[in-house]
């Protein structure tokens, strides 16, 4: 019987503390498609506030935040946006912005750093004088922190370079800030400071902040106005969304201060599987909450038989193509738990290699 669960798959996967129950219960709420609810107005005056911007939007997911933020700023169809080959938006969010918005992706290659090479963005601005048969270039995206290169952040220095890039071009820049927070932490940079230069920058709330659901886009008040009738299309606006909002305010409240513990858990967890015979990680890579690990391929231990065993001790973690495995860390991931997966993998390790070993001998003897 599994006497313990460590849930590492993702930092989405945090259940509502006691607080944030009892703050939902009470929460008082309105219509707010009709614009009356005064939590979900609480939170995005907050949120405004955090992210320096002139007004925010709550909107039920990440990807949805994306979308319309994508589909305002290249309104007219066959706009081009420029965005990581390994950016959230063009890999995991069903191409969204290109079925719903008629929005042509030009991807650049992001860097193990999650930047992008300035010159190659512009580079990949489509001349205007040739529109005859080139889409029209609209719009740069950045993520920060970028999830695919393992969390790493992307600083306001390198930010503002792409911000006067996109001026000089007269494009608009979108920063999906599903895990801003982080970045914001592990540089010691107000969150504000770092998505200065954006025109739109999203922030999910149920990422490592822990709450329930639910995810802010901030802007300009004209900008936000725009949001609030492309969420209704897709279908987004909620009635008594106070009721999740306040779980956000709660996730604000206890959470952030949470973020640098999150990322010393990471480093210890990171440096102690680099240590276990058969494992690599890329440590400089882990810079927030985001843990890569890589089973090497003379290794005893396929990334299967691994999955099992682990599960089996209560382990949960995320596969990530065959021998990569995510593992995220959240504020109900104690230290203990941390110790706990680096001894279970230690001994699943240990005793592969040992009847491995024994069975070559075998065969030898
Ligand atoms: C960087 C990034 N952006 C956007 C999203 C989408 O968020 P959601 O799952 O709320 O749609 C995610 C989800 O994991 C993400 O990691």
């Given at each position: 019987m599994i006497e313990r669960r460590v849930d590492l798959r993702s930092d989405t996967v945090t259940k509502p503390t006691e607080a944030m129950r009892a703050a939902m219960a009470r929460a008082e709420v309105d219509d707010d498609v009709l614009g009356y609810d005064p939590t979900a107005a609480r939170l995005e005056k907050e949120m405004a506030k955090i992210m320096g911007k002139e007004a925010a939007l709550f909107v039920p997911s990440g990807t949805m935040a994306n979308?319309?933020?994508?589909?305002?700023?290249?309104?007219?169809?066959?706009?081009?946006?420029?965005?990581?080959?390994?950016?959230?938006?063009?890999?995991?969010?069903?191409?969204?912005?290109?079925?719903?918005?008629?929005?042509?992706?030009?991807?650049?290659?992001?860097?193990?750093?999650?930047?992008?090479?300035?010159?190659?963005?512009?580079?990949?601005?489509?001349?205007?004088?040739?529109?005859?048969?080139?889409?029209?270039?609209?719009?740069?995206?950045?993520?920060?922190?970028?999830?695919?290169?393992?969390?790493?952040?992307?600083?306001?220095?390198?930010?503002?370079?792409?911000?006067?890039?996109?001026?000089?071009?007269?494009?608009?820049?979108?920063?999906?800030?599903?895990?801003?927070?982080?970045?914001?932490?592990?540089?010691?940079?107000?969150?504000?400071?770092?998505?200065?230069?954006?025109?739109?920058?999203?922030?999910?709330?149920?990422?490592?902040?822990?709450?329930?659901?639910?995810?802010?886009i901030a802007g300009s008040k004209s900008f936000i106005s725009k949001a609030k009738i492309v969420r209704k299309t897709l279908g987004g606006a909620m009635r008594q969304v106070g009721v999740i909002c306040a779980a956000a305010l709660v996730a604000l409240e206890e959470n952030v201060g949470k973020l640098e513990s999150d990322h010393k858990k990471a480093k210890i967890l990171a440096e102690g599987l680099n240590k276990i015979k058969g494992l690599k990680v890329d440590l400089a890579s882990v810079e927030t909450n985001i843990v890569y690990f890589e089973i090497l391929e003379d290794s005893s231990i396929t990334e299967i038989e691994l999955f099992k065993y682990l599960e089996a001790h209560g382990i949960l973690v995320m596969p990530e193509g065959p021998l990569k495995t995510r593992l995220v860390i959240h504020h109900q991931i104690s230290e203990s738990d941390v110790q706990y997966t680096l001894s279970c993998i230690q001994v699943i390790l240990f005793f592969f290699f040992f009847f491995f070993l024994q069975a070559y001998l075998e065969i030898e003897s």
């Amino acid at each position: 019987m599994i006497e313990r669960r460590v849930d590492l798959r993702s930092d989405t996967v945090t259940k509502p503390t006691e607080a944030m129950r009892a703050a939902m219960a009470r929460a008082e709420v309105d219509d707010d498609v009709l614009g009356y609810d005064p939590t979900a107005a609480r939170l995005e005056k907050e949120m405004a506030k955090i992210m320096g911007k002139e007004a925010a939007l709550f909107v039920p997911s990440g990807t949805m935040a994306n979308l319309i933020s994508v589909l305002i700023h290249c309104e007219i169809r066959g706009s081009e946006v420029i965005l990581g080959d390994y950016s959230h938006i063009h890999i995991y969010e069903n191409g969204g912005i290109s079925t719903i918005g008629g929005v042509h992706p030009r991807t650049i290659k992001n860097n193990e750093d999650g930047t992008m090479d300035i010159h190659l963005i512009e580079e990949a601005i489509r001349n205007p004088n040739f529109a005859i048969c080139y889409p029209t270039t609209r719009l740069i995206c950045l993520e920060n922190s970028h999830a695919h290169s393992g969390g790493r952040c992307l600083t306001a220095e390198y930010t503002d370079k792409v911000g006067e890039l996109a001026k000089k071009h007269g494009l608009k820049l979108h920063i999906d800030g599903a895990r801003i927070f982080n970045a914001s932490v592990a540089l010691g940079v107000p969150v504000s400071r770092l998505v200065q230069a954006a025109d739109s920058v999203t922030a999910c709330l149920s990422k490592g902040l822990g709450a329930p659901a639910g995810t802010i886009i901030a802007g300009s008040k004209s900008f936000i106005s725009k949001a609030k009738i492309v969420r209704k299309t897709l279908g987004g606006a909620m009635r008594q969304v106070g009721v999740i909002c306040a779980a956000a305010l709660v996730a604000l409240e206890e959470n952030v201060g949470k973020l640098e513990s999150d990322h010393k858990k990471a480093k210890i967890l990171a440096e102690g599987l680099n240590k276990i015979k058969g494992l690599k990680v890329d440590l400089a890579s882990v810079e927030t909450n985001i843990v890569y690990f890589e089973i090497l391929e003379d290794s005893s231990i396929t990334e299967i038989e691994l999955f099992k065993y682990l599960e089996a001790h209560g382990i949960l973690v995320m596969p990530e193509g065959p021998l990569k495995t995510r593992l995220v860390i959240h504020h109900q991931i104690s230290e203990s738990d941390v110790q706990y997966t680096l001894s279970c993998i230690q001994v699943i390790l240990f005793f592969f290699f040992f009847f491995f070993l024994q069975a070559y001998l075998e065969i030898e003897s």
